[in-house]
């Protein structure tokens, strides 16, 4: 399986930081990464699809990049509405599609 | 508008099934590859299956001969059948579907419904 490895796990940011989140798989996946943000008790929803392309209604503040093996998920402004867990998830290799095992953005 | 309702869930016993379904409307169901996904309390996302259109199924290993994924254009709908299920098959499943073609992003998903395997 190809292991997805986010970090930091978790971060603590203030509303109007930039952050980043990061990660990193375990071989080469070219551009098939996503990214989701999950609220608590919610279902997640797709932010980015093949490492930089925002899903539709998704603000632009949120970018993506990246390529090969490492990859990066950055909030321009956080904005309260952005505190939540982000995970990234690959489908280069479908047997199977694997998830990060997620990064929590927590109000400092 | 896009909407997915999954429904089935509940408490069963080690050894025992479920029939997850989830029922979909806004959007030509058969033209879109359908996924499931699972979260156990307090972990992360795992993904188990997906089904195209015209019902070509894989699975992770780990679920490969337990759990079977099926669909009902028909009825705008997909299952996951469970079989023999373990402890640690307890999860939030969820039904998502994918944007493309060939591209596991999953734009849209259910609420989620909960497993609970336990004796």
């Known amino acids: 399986d190809i292991q997805m490895t986010q970090s930091p796990s978790s971060l603590s940011a203030s509303v109007g930081d930039r952050v980043t989140i990061t990660c990193q798989a375990s071989?080469?996946?070219?551009?098939?990464l996503n990214w989701y943000q999950q609220k608590p008790g919610k279902a997640p929803k797709l932010v980015i699809f093949?490492?930089?392309n925002l899903q539709t209604g998704v603000p632009s503040r949120f970018i993506g990049s990246g390529s090969g093996t490492r990859f990066t998920l950055t909030i321009r402004s956080l904005q309260p509405e952005d505190f939540a867990t982000y995970y990234c998830?690959?489908?280069?290799?479908?047997?199977?599609?694997?998830f990060g095992g997620g990064t929590k953005v927590e109000i400092k | 508008q896009v909407q997915l309702v999954e429904s089935g869930g509940g408490l069963v016993k080690p050894g025992g099934s479920l029939r997850l379904s989830c029922t979909a409307s806004?959007?030509?169901?058969?033209?879109?590859?359908m996924n499931w996904i699972r979260q156990a309390p307090g972990k992360g996302l795992e993904w188990l299956s997906y089904?195209?259109?015209?019902?070509?199924?894989i699975y992770r290993d780990s679920v490969k001969g337990r759990f079977t994924i099926s669909r009902d254009n028909a009825k705008n709908s997909v299952y996951l059948q469970l079989n023999n299920l373990r402890v640690e098959d307890t999860a939030v499943y969820y039904c998502?579907?994918?944007?493309?073609?060939?591209?596991?992003?999953?734009?849209?998903w259910g609420q989620g419904v909960l497993v609970t395997v336990s004796s």
């Open positions: 998502a579907r994918q944007n493309a073609l060939f591209r596991v992003a999953l734009d849209h």
């Open positions: 806004g959007f030509i169901f058969s033209d879109y590859y």
């Open positions: 089904i195209s259109g015209r019902g070509h199924a």
């Open positions: 071989q080469d996946i070219r551009n098939y």
């Open positions: 093949d490492v930089s």
């Open positions: 998830q690959q489908y280069d290799d479908l047997n199977p599609v694997t």
